[in-house]
């Protein structure tokens, strides 16, 4: 059997960190098992989906490397709705209903306050011709529900295990509105159909939804995927997260600096013994990819743990992974200076204030002048190497008795005029000796 598995955001915002997990385990699915990615948009609330979002969303995949292998939009797809709805139809297990929502929130009511579970009672079944031609004639405008059997749903989920949901322990899912639009429920079951998905993977608040679904399945007498469902993302408030808010979406987390393989690696191994781990390349992620990994308990996602992995990741990348980001920034230091600073740096963007550093101009903090003499007289000829700092500054200890943090603070702040930065041995041959007797206030 081919893999084939889809991420199916709906284009009424931006997605964020929970959106991205599901779309990473989906992508890194279909890649460990040599199978296919696609990207369905969820469009038929025609009212909040825009096209900016629709663009929005490829973006965000695209930069985290998740660029999917096909894509198809629901709305370009009412047709095949309509002929399944006939199927439905034809075949008595979907059936129209007239009630009005207020109706239905009395009924409710009613069977709570008896103790009853609020499920839908099934009074359109007995509607007669003659009830739905009045109902019509008072201007109601039927929705549709699909007729569930009563009986247990079952399925192995690969993350949850095996489960089970009573048919009779669920309302009939309306799957077409009162002004004939269609329902998630509906609309996702005849495109994983026609699109021959294989497995769907999501998130946990779709559980209940997918004993319906399997139901819709089986009555169109076609294979049922294999589900998954992975345990909701939650802030570090332990609050679910929101697109429609911007929280932590992957537009603004790019803006802030984060790096794409900081938040697919976060996002693939959340929940996981894995997670401190950080990974350069899709190919180590594929490579230690499993669902059965994945904890059933829900994950809290905090900020601080990505600008951790975030820096993590860039102390560990080679030259040639940034060269080209650094020169659109500027920056033309070459491997010496990459080597130099990336223990420094949390987002790539750090890496203009240590070029800063080195080329200048820089406010030299100078407090001692009588040992700044005598760093200058000690300081050797170029060139310089990575060994010239530990040269100097063994001098300078000759000359002035000085060790530690009173022989090596002083020099840092008048060469940097900072307390803190990468070290020293290998900025100082990148600073060079005209720009050091500069800042040690020696005219040329």
């Not at 939009?73 to 209903?97: I, T």
Request: negative net charge.
């Amino acid at each position: 059997m081919t893999v084939k598995v889809r991420f199916a955001p709906s284009p009424t915002g931006r997605i964020h960190i929970g959106n991205a997990r599901t779309a990473v385990l989906n992508w890194l699915f279909a890649r460990k098992h040599g199978g296919r990615f696609i990207l369905r948009l969820d469009d038929t609330d025609v009212a909040r989906s825009t096209e900016e979002y629709a663009l929005g969303i490829r973006e965000d995949l695209d930069w985290l490397g998740l660029a999917p292998d096909h894509s198809f939009r629901q709305s370009d797809r009412l047709a095949s709705y309509d002929a399944v709805v006939e199927r439905l139809k034809a075949s008595e297990r979907l059936y129209a209903c007239y009630e009005t929502p207020e109706e239905l929130d009395r009924k409710r009511k009613r069977q709570m306050a008896r103790g009853m579970p609020p499920v839908y009672d099934r009074a359109a079944l007995t509607l007669t011709a003659e009830d739905r031609s009045r109902y019509e004639a008072e201007g109601r405008l039927p929705h549709w529900r699909f007729l569930l059997e009563d009986r247990p749903v079952t399925w192995h989920d690969l993350i949850r295990g095996p489960q089970s949901v009573r048919g009779d322990s669920l309302s009939d899912p309306v799957l077409i509105r009162g002004d004939g639009t269609y329902l998630y429920t509906f609309t996702s079951v005849v495109d994983d159909v026609e699109e021959g998905i294989s497995h769907v993977i999501r998130g946990e608040d779709h559980v209940t939804n997918t004993a319906v679904q399997i139901q819709i399945f089986e009555a169109l007498g076609d294979h049922v995927p294999t589900f998954a469902h992975h345990s909701l993302l939650l802030g570090a408030d332990g609050q679910g997260l929101s697109k429609r808010s911007g929280a932590l979406s992957i537009a603004g987390l790019r803006e802030a600096g984060i790096e794409a393989m900081a938040i697919v690696s976060l996002a693939a191994t959340l929940g996981t013994s894995d997670m401190v781990a950080v990974h350069g390349e899709m190919g180590e992620l594929i490579e230690a990819f499993d669902l059965e990994k994945l904890s059933r308990a829900p994950v809290r996602f905090d900020e601080r743990e990505l600008r951790a992995l975030n820096a993590k990741l860039l102390h560990s990348l080679p030259f040639e992974a940034v060269a080209a980001r650094l020169a659109e920034m500027g920056v033309s230091g070459g491997p010496e200076f990459w080597e130099a600073v990336r223990g420094n740096v949390e987002t790539l963007a750090d890496v203009r204030l240590w070029w800063d550093v080195v080329t200048g101009p820089v406010t030299a903090v100078i407090e001692d002048q009588d040992f700044v003499a005598a760093a200058v007289r000690s300081l050797p000829s170029e060139p310089w190497t990575v060994e010239t700092w530990r040269e100097w500054t063994g001098a300078v200890k000759e000359a002035t008795g000085r060790k530690g943090k009173a022989l090596f603070m002083p020099l840092r702040q008048a060469l940097t005029g900072l307390e803190h930065g990468p070290e020293l041995a290998g900025l100082l041959p990148l600073i060079g000796r005209e720009r050091v007797l500069e800042r040690l206030h020696v005219k040329r």
